[in-house]
């Protein structure tokens, strides 16, 4: 049973076909994690006998008669999404022994369909980040180059069979730039789509939790389980009585498809080589493709890490080790909380929220924030207004490789990599990033964006050019 | 002391983070750099422009609004005790 070469779909019919059972699934995806996880570092914490259990309890609903649609399916949890069974610990040394004490939204509503979690995945310390480099158990290994850091556990437990499904957060870019890095698919949905209860949030207005899986159909599987209106998350668009299954996709033929010619002209020629193959071959489908004008992704970017880093400074406030967080050793009230908020929030994070506090201070707000929080709007109407000509947009994920384990980046050439991630983050536009091509032994992914609820045609689209390029992925781990 | 220089002080005590080794000097070093970074963003004419505070187009749903009795008396009659608008509790402090 290769975990690579079986859809989501497949994997639950062939289990309430009895070909093998959900128990067979589970035994083998957790013989996968453990083989990988030393050498790869994809968990935080895996699931053994807990996962086992319940593969057996879905089993025997099956026998029963009951209809599952993700019966059996094995998903590994980011460890920034609670999930009770497991410690939750947010990547920082000051959660290393917290139990949530509820499991989010998206990952109960996966396992009433019957999905079962694999393990927690490894993040960078308090999320901050899309390397996993600042994690307290250092970084995730990229199977493909293995002196490369993957960006993703989530997309490295999903290309080495280690899980089919991830669950990931994703706020200026994380997910999707992973799922390039690895060579999956990795879908942000549209804002509001997908609850966020349960997902440690440090950007409210950014941070979404998104699907990572090696096809569109795998993702789209999923999403239809975990769309909709959550009672515990004001912010989720669809109401009680509409579901996402209802959304029609718009029709692919004749797709009008537009591409920022001029962002690509600053590329590395390998990146302009597989957008222009991809080009080609939307081309070939007969999709229209026609050249649009994003020309605000610099000011876009700057916009995200102003807002974002106010917003972590805010959000974090509560971990001080009284309220969150383990406490540390202090003689007097005002070290604990400058000791334990230091050890909790780790490097990144008692930089975002100093600076975030400086953003906000008096003086700083108006000159930073609220022209941050104007930009936004503009950079909102900019991608609608490249929308009102083509159905979808085709754009870069990344201009560089993955980086190299060894590889120490400065602040700006670090902020630098999300200028094609961030700014979509700022549109609330679903994005789905996918394998597009490889460079050397590297994959590479794109990205499609599409209006409000595009995720079917997002999902549709890109497995067209997964098909026709063969590339389903076989990472060497 | 340069204004930014009091900022960044003053951002330090408020954030309340402990900064080890030279990381405070590291920090205020880089946030010239990051200020550099965002003259950018502080050239976009936003004349006439509204700050959004959500990522996306959702308002409040609010219930309709209609006069009615309310349950205040199904909450009287659950309570083991009623009086004057007051529900009747044991004494906690003696």
Redesign the interface.
Known sequence: MDLRNLSVCQAAEDIHNGEYTAHDLIEKTLENGSLLNESLNIFIHQAGVDALEQAKAIDLRIEKGEKLPLAGIPVAVKDDICYGVLPTTFGSGGFSDFYSPYTATAVERLMEAGAIVVGKTNLDNMSLGSSTTSSPKGATINPWDNSRAAGSAGAVAVITGAAMVALESDSGGALRQGASSCGVAGLRPTGGLVSRHGLNLHSSSFGQIGVTALTGKNIDAVIQVIAGYDQYDASTLISKDESILEVEPVAIENLKIGFPQSLIEGLEPEFKAICQETINLFKEQGFEISDISLKMLPEALRAYYVIAQAEASSNHARFDGIRFGSASEADNLEELYLKSRSNILGREGRQRSIYGTYLLNKGNFDLYYRQALKVWNLVRREFGLALTGCELLLMPVVKNLPPLLSEGKDLISSWEEDIFCAPVSLSGLPALSFPAGMIGELPAGLQLVGPPFSEKTLTTVSDIVVRNKQLFPHGKA | MS?IEK??E???K???????GD?HVR?YQ??G??AN??E???A?D?TG????????N?VN?LREDFAHKGVMAELQEAAPEFDEGFYLVPPIIE
């Open positions: 204004d900022g960044f003053k951002a330090v408020t954030a309340k983070v402990d900064l080890p990381e920090l880089q946030l750099i990051f970074w965002l950018p963003l502080l976009v936003t422009i509204e700050p959004i505070i959500l990522g996306h959702s749903v």
